[in-house]
């Protein structure tokens, strides 16, 4: 087939926002495009491909099995074509130019406010992209595209990624001051009352890493899951509704400052999580991202 027929990778990009999105307007909005401008190179494409790629009714959007198929396939043609822009950019000076990280919501206020000050001052080229979201929803971000690498906790399910490691984050018990128990300087797993007990909600790889810490399958069951931030869980400990269970990482950036709550450390095997920067398997600027990721460890 001649190039001249060939889809367009603006083309791709629309039928994929259209995908993520699911309207033609947010779709368009994300773009940064016209509505009438997004449809008509949907249109566009259909037509060069012959055939429908989605089905079109006033209240919904809806793809068909072969539209499906080419998302899926226009995301790997995009990420292959911005990797190709990444290894003409990393052959370059490193730490240079955009960077889009994904990082986690019990990592982004406590790491990057320490951090970031030191990078614009000592990378000023680097034009760091920041985008905050729960660890599956990065880690998807991270395969489609959307990010070049995530700032996460691990273990976490990855897929296909290579990894550097920042730091280990130790997970204390977090009470109310003048708790009845009285907590030990190091709290075992036994001591933990799992009817007291609150978490982030699922999405939160923390509360994965608090659950197998414990080892004690009658928390999963038992222990209160809310779809707040770390800030709110410890309001409410405060407040004497219950206990958590935070991350040193927190407690040193002073999530505990106006507070009357007492951390003290889990005593566990494996209580801690380990923070790591992760990109896409073969990526060309993984060089640059273990650079990124002594960075962020000296932070």
């Known amino acids: 087939m001649s190039a001249t027929y060939l889809p367009t990778l603006k083309q791709l990009q629309y039928l994929i926002a259209l995908h993520e999105h699911g309207h033609f307007g947010r779709a368009a909005e994300s773009c940064f495009v016209s509505q009438s401008t997004l449809s008509a190179g949907i249109r566009e494409l259909e037509s060069l491909l012959g055939v429908t790629l989605v089905e079109r009714t006033r209240r919904v959007v809806r793809f068909t099995p072969l539209g499906e198929q080419v998302v899926a396939k226009a995301h790997r043609l995009l990420r292959e ?4 822009s990444d290894l003409v950019q990393s052959a370059g000076q490193p730490l240079c130019g955009e960077l889009r990280m994904s990082v986690i919501p019990t990592i982004a206020p406590f790491l990057l406010p320490r951090i970031l000050p030191r990078l614009r001052k000592e990378r000023p080229k680097l034009k760091l992209f920041l985008r905050e979201e729960p660890s599956a929803d ?14 996460l906790a691990l273990p976490f399910p ?22 009845p128990r009285d907590p030990p300087k190091e709290v075992p797993p ?6 007291r007990l609150m978490l982030l909600e699922d999405g939160h790889c923390l509360k994965e890493h608090a659950l197998a810490a414990c080892n004690r399958p009658e928390m999963r069951a038992s222990a209160t899951m809310i779809g707040t931030s770390l800030h709110t869980l410890v309001q409410m400990v405060d407040n004497g509704l219950g206990l958590t269970m935070l991350p040193k990482m927190a407690l040193d950036a002073g999530i505990l400052h106006d507070t009357q709550v007492v951390a003290r450390p889990l005593k566990s095997d ?8 992760v990109w896409r398997k073969g990526s060309p600027r993984a060089d640059e991202f273990i650079l990124l990721a002594n960075e962020l460890r000296e932070g």
Request: glycine content about 4%; charged content about 35%.
């Open 81 to 84: 074509a911005e990797e190709l």
């Open 138 to 151: 990065a880690i998807e971000s991270l395969h489609h595209g959307r990010a070049d690498c995530v700032l």
């Open 158 to 179: 990855t897929g296909e990624v290579e990894s550097e490691k920042i730091c280990d984050d130790p997970l204390y018990v977090a009470f109310p001051k003048d708790d």
């Open 190 to 195: 036994s001591m933990i009352d799992e009817a």
């Open 270 to 277: 494996n209580a801690s999580r380990e923070i790591a920067l």
